[in-house]
């Protein structure tokens, strides 16, 4: 059976891109690749571009300045039907007088491909997405996985080298929102697209992309495989966007190899590991993330990437206790401890309590 995309994924490479709505710059010199077969997320909180990022990419809206190019042939003024693309939007916009088949064979038979053809590949793409014996179906009758999956199908019926998704699970409940994006990694994978995928959603992107693009104020503010983005951020942004963190200021006051030595105005003392590009008596944040932070009972002595305080209050989420710790100065620490290490001794409000974390997991980033 042939598939939906047998020639392989496309190049999509993005250079210096802009966009101007009057005086109003959306978008500020984007430089992006999203290489062949390669699944690119644009992650960001809304109004930072990355929509008219991927609609510039689409031909849906046209950039002021850059070039776009797919496997190196400029398609910056092409128009959207020229670019063999396949889109999926929030809104599955599906026509509810037609069938499940009829709606995913609709663009075909626009474009004039012979019934016969259009019927074959319209059946193909259903197999794809295992929506086979629904043919017949009229979208009222589906659920909202299955609609998506008729949205899916008929995105890929075009055989397109590159896939461009919006937001396409924002109308899903959780369970099947998590359902439909390991689907569609396997989908992607499967048929070699490149894909672009457009979310606010950082568990979305960690899920389904190879890259990570964070975008801010119409900027991009890193890019990176989705470990690097959690594990190695270069920013307070992108670490507070992408899981959850501690941030602590504080200044460079020694360099060696890959140590890094930091301290607060209060005299702490931090030691990372984790390469950074900054200098001595520079300016920084400390950011640690809460499931990197081990807790015990009582006051320890004073040592690097040691804090000591008392607990505020905790939360139980399942399989984590969340657990808030003042610092002092009116700081608090966010601890997530598992709940197989909290067993008959879990913090309680007003107890002191020590939390320790290793320099390999000191991450030192831009201040805000």
């Not at 809206?61 to 850059?66: K, L, M, Y």
């Not at 390469?275 to 944040?285: K, L, M």
């Not at 932070?293 to 399989?319: C, D």
Request: net charge neutral; proline share 4%; aromatic share 6%.
């Amino acid at each position: 059976m042939a598939t939906a995309s047998s020639a392989g994924g496309a190049e999509v490479r993005l250079s210096g891109i802009s966009r101007f709505y009057g005086d109003v710059q959306v978008v500020r010199d984007v430089n992006l690749k999203a290489a062949g077969g390669e699944i690119l997320a644009l992650l960001g909180p809304s109004g930072c571009g990355k929509t008219t990022t991927l609609r510039m990419v689409a031909g849906l809206v046209q950039p002021s300045a850059g070039e776009i190019t797919i496997d190196g042939a400029a398609v910056t003024g092409l128009p959207v039907h020229r670019r063999n693309l396949g889109m999926l939007f929030q809104n599955y916009a599906l026509f509810p007088h037609l069938t499940v088949l009829e709606n995913v064979a609709f663009g075909l038979t626009m474009r004039g491909v012979s019934k016969a053809e259009t019927a074959e590949r319209a059946r193909q793409a259903l197999a794809l997405v295992r929506l086979t014996g629904f043919e017949e179906r009229m979208p009222a009758a589906l659920s909202g996985g299955q609609q998506q999956r008729v949205a899916m199908a008929r995105a890929i019926v075009y055989r397109p080298r590159v896939l461009l998704l919006d937001e396409p699970f924002g109308a899903l409940d959780k369970k099947l929102r998590e359902e439909m994006q390991i689907e569609l990694r396997q989908l992607c994978n499967e048929l070699g697209l490149t894909t672009i995928l457009v979310t606010h959603d950082q568990e979305e992107a960690l899920i389904l992309a190879d890259q990570i693009a964070v975008m801010r104020g119409g900027r991009i503010e890193q890019v990176a495989a989705a470990r690097t983005i959690y594990e190695r951020p270069v920013s307070h942004f992108v670490a507070d966007f992408i899981g959850s963190s501690n941030f602590l200021p504080a200044g460079i006051v020694e360099k060696s190899g890959e140590r890094t030595v930091l301290k607060t105005a209060s005299g702490q003392l931090f030691e990372s590991t984790v390469p950074n590009d900054f200098t001595v008596q520079e300016r920084v944040a400390v950011a640690i993330r809460p499931e990197s932070v081990r807790l015990v009972p009582g006051e320890a002595p004073a040592a690097a990437n040691t804090l000591t305080g008392n607990i505020r209050r905790s939360l139980f989420k399942g399989q984590v206790l969340s657990v808030w710790m003042s610092i002092g100065g009116g700081a608090e620490l966010l601890v997530s401890v598992p709940i197989e290490e909290a067993g008959t001794r879990s913090p309680q409000p007003g107890e002191v309590w020590t939390a320790r974390w290793a320099a390999e997991r000191t991450l030192v980033v831009r201040e805000q």
